[in-house]
Protein backbone atom coordinates (compact mmCIF):
# COMPACT_ATOMS: atom_id res chain seq x y z
CA UNK A 1 0.00 0.00 0.00
CA UNK A 2 1.16 3.55 -0.40
CA UNK A 3 1.48 5.51 2.69
CA UNK A 4 0.87 9.06 2.69
CA UNK A 5 2.55 11.70 5.26
CA UNK A 6 0.78 15.04 6.31
CA UNK A 7 2.67 17.65 7.73
CA UNK A 8 1.75 19.35 9.70
CA UNK A 9 -0.79 17.35 11.69
CA UNK A 10 -1.97 20.17 13.57
CA UNK A 11 -1.48 24.21 12.63
CA UNK A 12 -2.63 26.82 14.16
CA UNK A 13 -3.05 30.27 12.15
CA UNK A 14 -5.18 33.68 11.96
CA UNK A 15 -7.44 34.82 8.89
CA UNK A 16 -5.48 36.05 6.18
CA UNK A 17 -2.47 34.14 7.03
CA UNK A 18 -0.72 31.75 3.86
CA UNK A 19 -0.83 28.41 4.65
CA UNK A 20 1.11 25.69 3.74
CA UNK A 21 0.17 21.96 4.17
CA UNK A 22 2.71 19.10 2.52
CA UNK A 23 1.60 15.39 2.12
CA UNK A 24 4.70 13.36 0.95
CA UNK A 25 4.23 9.35 -0.71
CA UNK A 26 5.86 6.52 0.09
CA UNK A 27 6.56 5.79 -3.83
CA UNK A 28 6.14 7.80 -7.25
CA UNK A 29 1.87 8.68 -7.85
CA UNK A 30 2.43 10.97 -10.57
CA UNK A 31 0.17 13.86 -10.24
CA UNK A 32 -2.70 11.10 -9.27
CA UNK A 33 -3.22 13.20 -5.63
CA UNK A 34 -6.71 14.69 -4.19
CA UNK A 35 -7.17 17.03 -1.40
CA UNK A 36 -10.28 17.27 0.22
CA UNK A 37 -11.86 19.93 3.32
CA UNK A 38 -13.78 18.11 5.89
CA UNK A 39 -15.85 20.26 8.19
CA UNK A 40 -16.79 18.70 11.74
CA UNK A 41 -20.12 16.55 11.49
CA UNK A 42 -20.15 16.74 8.15
CA UNK A 43 -18.35 14.19 4.82
CA UNK A 44 -15.62 15.21 2.97
CA UNK A 45 -15.36 17.99 0.26
CA UNK A 46 -13.14 17.82 -2.95
CA UNK A 47 -11.13 20.96 -3.41
CA UNK A 48 -8.00 19.48 -5.69
CA UNK A 49 -7.89 16.62 -7.90
CA UNK A 50 -5.07 15.48 -10.12
CA UNK A 51 -2.39 17.54 -7.86
CA UNK A 52 -3.47 21.11 -8.95
CA UNK A 53 -6.86 21.09 -10.78
CA UNK A 54 -9.31 23.09 -8.71
CA UNK A 55 -12.39 21.57 -8.34
CA UNK A 56 -15.88 23.80 -9.83
CA UNK A 57 -17.30 25.94 -7.18
CA UNK A 58 -13.83 25.82 -4.91
CA UNK A 59 -12.56 29.48 -4.45
CA UNK A 60 -9.28 30.10 -6.25
CA UNK A 61 -7.50 31.03 -2.35
CA UNK A 62 -7.15 26.73 -2.74
CA UNK A 63 -4.07 25.83 -5.06
CA UNK A 64 -2.05 22.64 -5.19
CA UNK A 65 1.15 21.71 -6.29
CA UNK A 66 3.99 18.85 -6.94
CA UNK A 67 4.10 15.06 -8.00
CA UNK A 68 5.68 12.17 -7.64
CA UNK A 69 6.12 11.70 -3.80
CA UNK A 70 5.64 15.57 -2.84
CA UNK A 71 2.56 17.81 -2.74
CA UNK A 72 1.47 20.73 -0.95
CA UNK A 73 -1.94 22.93 -0.39
CA UNK A 74 -1.66 26.23 0.08
CA UNK A 75 -4.61 28.59 1.25
CA UNK A 76 -3.67 32.12 0.04
CA UNK A 77 -5.18 34.09 2.51
CA UNK A 78 -6.90 31.76 5.21
CA UNK A 79 -10.72 32.98 5.37
CA UNK A 80 -12.48 31.74 8.77
CA UNK A 81 -14.93 29.48 6.60
CA UNK A 82 -11.38 27.58 6.16
CA UNK A 83 -10.89 26.16 9.23
CA UNK A 84 -11.23 22.53 8.63
CA UNK A 85 -8.95 19.04 9.00
CA UNK A 86 -7.97 18.70 5.40
CA UNK A 87 -6.56 15.48 3.78
CA UNK A 88 -4.59 14.08 0.94
CA UNK A 89 -5.58 11.12 -1.00
CA UNK A 90 -3.65 9.09 -3.84
CA UNK A 91 -5.59 7.42 -6.69
CA UNK A 92 -2.50 5.68 -8.65
CA UNK A 93 -3.33 2.79 -7.23
CA UNK A 94 -5.36 0.45 -5.27
CA UNK A 95 -6.02 0.43 -2.05
CA UNK A 96 -6.90 3.98 -2.10
CA UNK A 97 -5.57 6.09 0.90
CA UNK A 98 -5.61 8.99 2.70
CA UNK A 99 -3.02 10.73 4.63
CA UNK A 100 -3.67 11.24 8.43
CA UNK A 101 -5.05 14.50 8.18
CA UNK A 102 -3.72 18.12 9.18
CA UNK A 103 -6.10 20.47 11.64
CA UNK A 104 -6.27 23.87 10.93
CA UNK A 105 -7.51 25.82 13.54
CA UNK A 106 -7.82 29.49 14.60
CA UNK A 107 -4.92 31.30 16.60
CA UNK B 1 -27.08 17.42 -9.12
CA UNK B 2 -26.03 13.45 -8.29
CA UNK B 3 -26.69 12.98 -4.43
CA UNK B 4 -26.06 10.08 -2.23
CA UNK B 5 -27.92 8.72 0.54
CA UNK B 6 -26.68 6.28 3.42
CA UNK B 7 -29.12 4.33 4.96
CA UNK B 8 -29.08 1.37 7.17
CA UNK B 9 -29.08 0.57 11.50
CA UNK B 10 -27.00 2.62 13.46
CA UNK B 11 -26.32 -0.24 15.85
CA UNK B 12 -24.78 -3.98 15.66
CA UNK B 13 -23.96 -6.61 17.90
CA UNK B 14 -20.80 -7.60 17.89
CA UNK B 15 -20.09 -10.64 15.56
CA UNK B 16 -22.68 -9.88 13.45
CA UNK B 17 -22.75 -8.35 9.93
CA UNK B 18 -23.59 -4.51 8.95
CA UNK B 19 -25.13 -3.51 5.81
CA UNK B 20 -25.69 -0.30 4.98
CA UNK B 21 -27.19 0.80 1.41
CA UNK B 22 -26.06 4.18 -0.97
CA UNK B 23 -29.13 5.47 -3.15
CA UNK B 24 -28.03 7.78 -5.89
CA UNK B 25 -30.18 10.20 -7.04
CA UNK B 26 -30.15 12.92 -10.03
CA UNK B 27 -28.08 10.32 -11.96
CA UNK B 28 -27.55 6.87 -13.07
CA UNK B 29 -25.18 4.24 -11.18
CA UNK B 30 -24.96 2.62 -14.19
CA UNK B 31 -22.46 5.57 -15.88
CA UNK B 32 -19.12 4.06 -17.26
CA UNK B 33 -17.57 7.25 -16.23
CA UNK B 34 -17.74 6.59 -12.50
CA UNK B 35 -17.01 3.99 -9.93
CA UNK B 36 -18.72 3.66 -6.68
CA UNK B 37 -17.09 3.74 -3.14
CA UNK B 38 -17.25 3.21 0.46
CA UNK B 39 -15.12 4.75 2.97
CA UNK B 40 -15.39 4.56 7.47
CA UNK B 41 -13.93 7.14 9.47
CA UNK B 42 -13.53 5.99 13.43
CA UNK B 43 -14.62 8.39 15.60
CA UNK B 44 -11.90 11.11 15.51
CA UNK B 45 -9.68 9.43 13.36
CA UNK B 46 -8.62 9.47 9.62
CA UNK B 47 -10.38 8.27 6.40
CA UNK B 48 -10.20 4.62 5.20
CA UNK B 49 -11.23 3.64 1.76
CA UNK B 50 -13.17 0.13 1.84
CA UNK B 51 -13.87 -0.91 -1.83
CA UNK B 52 -15.55 0.10 -4.90
CA UNK B 53 -17.66 -1.27 -7.15
CA UNK B 54 -18.57 -1.02 -11.20
CA UNK B 55 -21.47 -0.58 -12.62
CA UNK B 56 -20.34 -4.03 -14.56
CA UNK B 57 -20.39 -5.46 -11.20
CA UNK B 58 -16.23 -5.99 -11.11
CA UNK B 59 -15.36 -4.76 -7.43
CA UNK B 60 -11.98 -3.72 -5.54
CA UNK B 61 -11.94 -4.43 -1.92
CA UNK B 62 -9.22 -2.76 0.47
CA UNK B 63 -6.75 -5.81 1.40
CA UNK B 64 -7.02 -5.04 4.79
CA UNK B 65 -10.90 -5.63 4.48
CA UNK B 66 -11.06 -8.17 2.02
CA UNK B 67 -12.26 -11.54 3.98
CA UNK B 68 -14.89 -9.50 5.34
CA UNK B 69 -16.36 -7.15 2.57
CA UNK B 70 -19.14 -7.34 -0.14
CA UNK B 71 -20.30 -4.57 -2.36
CA UNK B 72 -22.76 -5.12 -4.77
CA UNK B 73 -25.08 -3.22 -7.13
CA UNK B 74 -28.71 -3.01 -7.50
CA UNK B 75 -28.91 -0.76 -10.93
CA UNK B 76 -32.96 -1.14 -10.98
CA UNK B 77 -33.19 0.66 -7.60
CA UNK B 78 -30.03 2.97 -8.19
CA UNK B 79 -28.86 1.82 -5.19
CA UNK B 80 -25.21 -0.10 -4.04
CA UNK B 81 -24.33 -1.82 -1.01
CA UNK B 82 -22.17 -2.66 1.82
CA UNK B 83 -22.00 -6.05 3.82
CA UNK B 84 -19.14 -6.06 6.50
CA UNK B 85 -19.46 -9.68 8.50
CA UNK B 86 -18.08 -10.69 11.83
CA UNK B 87 -17.74 -6.82 12.86
CA UNK B 88 -16.38 -5.86 16.48
CA UNK B 89 -15.83 -2.19 18.53
CA UNK B 90 -13.08 -1.44 16.06
CA UNK B 91 -15.40 -1.00 12.72
CA UNK B 92 -17.37 1.13 14.72
CA UNK B 93 -17.35 4.78 12.51
CA UNK B 94 -19.00 7.17 9.94
CA UNK B 95 -19.45 4.66 7.16
CA UNK B 96 -20.05 6.95 3.61
CA UNK B 97 -20.73 6.22 0.04
CA UNK B 98 -18.83 8.05 -2.53
CA UNK B 99 -18.89 9.15 -5.98
CA UNK B 100 -14.99 8.53 -8.09
CA UNK B 101 -14.16 9.61 -11.46
CA UNK B 102 -12.33 6.79 -13.50
CA UNK B 103 -10.15 9.32 -14.65
CA UNK B 104 -8.90 9.33 -11.04
CA UNK B 105 -9.81 12.63 -10.47
CA UNK B 106 -10.68 12.20 -6.71
CA UNK B 107 -14.37 11.67 -5.46
CA UNK B 108 -16.15 14.60 -6.26
CA UNK B 109 -19.58 13.12 -4.59
CA UNK B 110 -20.28 11.74 -0.98
CA UNK B 111 -23.24 10.78 1.15
CA UNK B 112 -23.92 13.08 4.33
CA UNK B 113 -22.66 9.61 6.55
CA UNK B 114 -24.49 7.54 8.61
CA UNK B 115 -22.71 6.34 11.51
CA UNK B 116 -22.53 2.26 12.87
CA UNK B 117 -22.30 1.78 16.18
CA UNK B 118 -20.93 -1.89 17.16
CA UNK B 119 -22.24 -2.91 20.53
CA UNK B 120 -23.36 -5.84 22.53
Known amino acids: DIQLTQSPSFLSASVGDRVTIACRASQGISSYLAWYQQKPGKAPRLLIY???TLQSGVPSRFSGSGSGTEFTLTISSLQPEDFATYYCQQLNSYPLTFGGGTKVEIK | QVQLQESGPGLVKPSQTLSLTCTVSGGSISSGDYYWSWIRQPPGKGLEWIGYIFYSGSTYYNPSLKSRVTISLDTSKNQFSLKLSSVTAADTAVYYCARGSLRRDGMDVWGQGTTVTVSS
Open chain 1, 50 to 52: AAS
